[in-house]
């Protein structure tokens, strides 16, 4: 049987794109900043603990970018304007 990866930490965010200059976290650089992450996952052989997934919107399109943490369920907003530093320690992203 196969196993399954079962993160210790799995951060959604949101990087949903919408016509019409609707706001949005995509226009705000989630995509780049879910790649930035993923980078960071990898640099520090944390790729099979902590799981980084873009995600539809989560319904806070004004305070985006959003994102949303489990296993605790914490939303994380205004992601654009915190550090990398911030959002690794959300994750306990350390060697
Ligand atoms: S577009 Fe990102 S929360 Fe709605």
């Known amino acids: 049987m196969e196993s399954i990866i ?5 951060l959604f965010i ?3 794109y919408r016509e019409g200059g609707a706001e949005c976290c995509e226009d705000k650089g989630a995509l780049d900043l ?10 520090y052989g944390k790729a099979q603990e902590i ?5 539809g ?3 806070y ?3 985006g970018i959003t994102g949303v943490l489990y296993p605790s369920g914490e939303f994380l907003f ?8 911030q959002i690794k320690e959300k994750l306990e992203l350390k060697i």
């Open 6 to 10: 079962k993160p210790k930490k799995h």
């Open 14 to 16: 949101c990087s949903r």
């Open 34 to 43: 879910i790649l930035k992450l993923k980078k960071e996952v990898v640099r």
């Open 51 to 55: 799981f980084i997934t873009n995600s």
């Open 57 to 59: 919107c989560l319904g």
């Open 61 to 63: 399109c004004q305070k």
């Open 78 to 85: 205004q992601m654009d304007q915190m550090s990398l530093e």
